[in-house]
């Protein structure tokens, strides 16, 4: 895990330390709701932490191994709708990467469970398709800035 990320702010898009975010699920505290863990399994494909993915995944659906070498250059993270109620949860998000001299995306409204005080994730419906940003979107890289002036 590189300084940047324990000192910088969390890859997850919160606004937040990665220390006050996503960090402390990362060392094994519970994730509140279906959301966080969403956010921290995201940051866990930023910073290659293969077995948090594991263990957050439901043990019906958890895969035997997880490489994340072939993963993308993840960009940034949008929540575009999460929902909790009882037992189970949704969470419907959008996440941005870099591709060669292009940019994608990754769709995917998840499905989340709690067992004895934890929530797992059990399983997505997946898109993905090309970003084409317009010379005034904001970046995809996440700097903020206009893409135009960023990374066109």
């Not at 043990?59 to 929540?79: G, H, K, M, N």
Request: net charge negative.
């Amino acid at each position: 895990m590189t300084q940047q990320s324990e000192n910088g702010s969390c890859p997850c898009g919160s606004g937040k330390s990665y220390a006050d975010c996503c960090q402390p699920f990362h060392q094994g505290e519970p994730a509140p709701s279906p959301e966080a863990l969403m956010r921290s399994r995201y940051a866990a494909f930023v910073l290659d932490l293969p077995e948090y993915l594991r263990t957050t995944w439901h043990p019906s659906a958890r895969p035997e191994t997880l490489s994340l070498a072939d993963s993308p250059d993840w960009t940034s993270l949008q929540i575009l709708s999460s929902h909790e109620s009882g037992e189970s949860g949704t969470v419907h998000f959008r996440a941005l990467y870099h591709l060669g001299k292009g940019w994608g995306f990754l769709e995917e409204n998840s499905d989340f469970v709690r067992e004895q005080g934890r929530w797992y994730y059990l399983r997505g419906d997946t898109s993905e398709g090309q970003l084409k940003p317009g010379r005034n979107d904001p970046c995809p890289c996440g700097s903020g800035r206009k893409y135009k002036a960023c990374c066109l």
